[in-house]
């Protein structure tokens, strides 16, 4: 956690932890680069065990130097909103402030994991290699594989659906308030 940590920008306010023993919290301030930060741990440990994650925006109770001691309402929403994607066996929740941006952003999130997760150690080796802008050649020359062999991979793995996906939450994140607020009849 400590390398992944110094990696980040702009950096937490309380850097990535484990709590309780399967959590990574951490606090940030901003949250455009939440996803990617995501896409790391979930890189870090696809091969271990799958990821839930919480993104909750608004207040702390108090400064503190570990993320269980901020209490507050952002902290119990978070415990909460954990809480129901793990009884619901869900991969996420999105709560910026934004219903319709939120509710976007939760549906992606989950398509992208339900198919990541669903993908073979190959499969999962080649979208993460493409996704990075190697090319189906390069992939296959990486991985000591038939080009036909990837392309196979690619496809069975919905890999281009994920990266397209996954671009768009990115997209979502970095604009701000691109997409109309939902409208109450």
């Given amino acids: 956690m400590n390398i992944l940590n110094s ?41 271990e065990a799958g990821i839930h994650y919480v993104v909750v925006r608004g207040k702390i109770g108090h400064n503190s130097d570990g993320i269980t001691q ?43 994991n339900t198919l990541i997760e669903r993908m073979t150690e190959y499969q999962y080796k080649a979208y993460n290699l493409l996704k990075r802008g190697f090319s189906q050649k ?22 281009e659906l994920v990266i397209d996906a996954e671009n768009r939450i990115t997209e979502i994140l970095n604009s701000g308030s691109s997409i109309p607020e939902e409208k109450n009849d």
Avoid: H
């Fill in 70 to 112: 901020v209490g507050g309402e952002i902290l119990k929403r978070a415990n909460d909103a954990m809480k129901r994607l793990k009884r619901k066996n869900r991969f996420c929740y999105w709560d910026t402030g934004k219903g319709l941006q939120d509710k976007i952003l939760i549906s992606l999130s989950e398509l992208t």
């Fill in 7 to 47: 990696d980040l920008d702009p950096p937490p306010v309380l850097g990535l932890s484990i709590n309780c023993g399967d959590e990574v919290s951490g606090l940030f301030e901003e949250v455009s680069p939440v996803y990617r930060i995501v896409d790391e741990v979930r890189d870090i440990l696809c091969s």
């Fill in 138 to 159: 390069e992939i296959a020359a990486r991985l000591d594989k038939y080009q036909q062999s990837v392309s196979d991979a690619v496809g069975r793995g919905n890999a």
